[in-house]
């Protein structure tokens, strides 16, 4: 009884804990709603003076270029640090923020307004995989990011393709390559009980099956955007989206 007394504390505890977390996670997520909201006033309604708004214009188009500087650079001092034993903490914060701020200058500088509106939904999105990660297992999570790639995809062809087809068309040869990469290495997961390297991705005994499945329906969801075109490819979301939920009930039903 004692014995069994300790295991639900210990589970409670650490229920707690993981609760805890997840929201802190979401805290940051409205925080960082809360800055895209400064955001826009300050770039966009140029509340504060058109100083501000030039000065965040100057700093968008430097970054733009030397964020991706700075973040192959802590790429290389992560690899360099692991290597010889060091930590690699401060390269990747250091690194993470610059990928962070590189999409930011991306998005003012060539989209403004637009650009600054898509920014204000990354926050929402963001707080959905919070939950999935935290609630669901973790497959499904994966499984979410590259759906949600897919449907960020075919949303910018739809609104940006006529005006930017070059940049949409490379979003969509990144798309197809990162999920052809992603297929691969599930692959190698799978032979490998979920472990790369030292690195523990997937936990022991997963399915690939829904992962391999979701590469291969957002990839064609994706392409049949390219081949519909700009006034069809918006249907092409909800396929996405209702894969999307399918992934849900899945998941859901497999953790009964």
């Known amino acids: 009884m004692m014995f069994e007394k300790g295991k639900r504390e210990r589970r409670t505890s650490e229920e707690d804990r993981v609760f805890n977390r997840m929201l802190l996670w979401l805290a940051g997520a409205v925080v960082v709603e809360l800055l895209f909201l ?16 030039k000065a965040l214009l100057t700093f968008f188009e430097i970054f733009s270029i030397a964020g991706a500087v700075i973040a192959v650079g802590c790429v290389v001092w992560g690899v360099l640090s ?11 914060v ?37 939950l999935i990660f935290f609630l669901y297992q ?18 910018l062809q739809g609104r940006y393709y006529l005006g930017h087809p ?19 290495l599930a692959f190698l997961l799978r032979k490998n009980d979920g472990k790369l390297g030292a690195l523990r991705v997937l936990p022991a ?4 099956m829904m992962t391999w499945l979701t590469c291969a329906v957002t990839a ?22 209702g894969w999307l939920f399918a992934q849900a009930v899945f998941f859901t039903v497999k953790m009964m």
């Open 38 to 53: 400064l955001l826009q006033q300050a770039y966009v309604v140029m509340r504060w003076g058109g100083m501000v708004a």
């Open 82 to 92: 692991a290597r010889n034993g060091k930590r690699i903490l401060l390269p990747v």
């Open 94 to 130: 250091i690194g993470a923020v610059s990928v962070g701020l590189w999409v930011v200058s991306l998005l003012c500088k060539l989209f403004f307004d637009d650009g600054v509106r898509l920014l204000m939904m990354l926050p929402a999105a963001a707080a959905v995989l919070i």
């Open 138 to 155: 973790r497959p499904f999570f994966y499984n979410a990011i590259f759906t949600g790639g897919g449907l960020l995809a075919i949303w």
């Open 166 to 184: 070059t940049l949409v068309t490379i979003c969509f040869v990144v798309g197809f390559a990162a999920l052809a990469a992603v297929a691969a």
């Open 205 to 208: 005994g997963s399915s690939y």
């Open 220 to 241: 064609a969801a994706m392409a049949a955007a390219l081949a519909v075109g700009v006034s069809l490819c918006h249907y092409l979301l909800y396929v996405l989206v």
